[in-house]
């Protein structure tokens, strides 16, 4: 089936640093991809939405300049925290729909950020 | 805007126990997801229903969308250890977008 790839798993950083975040479709193309962020035992909160080719879609409340996006291929989105802060600590989740509107999203396992 | 809302929030049961979560709007949904997560990974999709009234079983799960695609169940039956996790209903927005309205989430503990 199709599988999401996303990595790190786990990284921790010092404040003022930045982190990339890759989420990559293995075995499909992927023109759009969706990141979110999470809080402990709550549900996901999309953050935005990352267009292949063009600039990424942020939703209210997302500062773009700090949470740069990339999707510079068909199977290849990244987000970047820029000069983090430990209230940016938080798991950071990947996904891709792998067919037309309104099928399943295929996620990645997630990274864990962790700033100091 | 498109609003999920899902209930219970939390819910902690025995093993064997039966249980529903269910997932409510004022908005019709083309489609309606379930998702499961565990701890520290992505969650993983259990089912999609998408015509009004359709009925899915997966197991020990049984998936109900509305007739009129505004709402949502997912009945467990016999709860075991191994369902403990996140649950998670999600609404596909129609023609013209990928994107999915989640629910809040119902974390569910099944005590041996």
């Known amino acids: 089936g199709a599988v999401v790839s996303q990595h790190p798993s786990r990284v921790i950083c010092k404040s003022g640093t930045s982190v990339k975040i890759e989420c990559r479709s293995l075995d499909f193309q992927a023109t759009t991809m969706f990141w979110y962020r999470q809080f402990p035992k709550q549900s996901l909160m999309l953050m935005a939405t990352?267009?292949?080719?063009?600039?990424?879609?942020?939703e209210q409340g997302v500062e773009k300049d700090k949470f740069l996006i990339n999707h510079a291929s068909l199977t290849l989105s990244t987000l970047t925290v820029t000069s983090a802060h430990p209230e940016d600590s938080s798991f950071y989740i990947c996904s891709a729909p792998n067919g037309g509107y309104n099928s399943p999203l295929h996620f990645g396992n997630g990274t864990r950020l962790t700033v100091t | 805007t498109q609003l999920l809302e899902q209930s219970p929030q939390f819910l902690s049961i025995q093993e064997g126990e039966n249980l529903t979560v269910y997932c409510n709007s004022s908005s019709v949904f083309s489609s309606l997801q379930w998702y499961r997560q565990e701890p520290g990974e992505g969650p993983v999709l259990l089912v999609t229903v998408v015509t009004g009234g359709e009925v899915k079983k997966l197991k020990r799960l049984t998936f109900q969308f509305g007739d009129a695609r505004k709402d949502s169940s997912l009945h467990i039956t016999a709860a075991q250890p191994g369902d403990t996790g996140l649950y998670l209903c999600a609404g596909g927005g129609g023609a013209g977008s990928y994107q999915l309205t989640f629910g809040k989430g119902t974390k569910l503990s099944v005590i041996p």
């Open positions: 990352s267009n292949e080719g063009s600039k990424a879609t942020y």
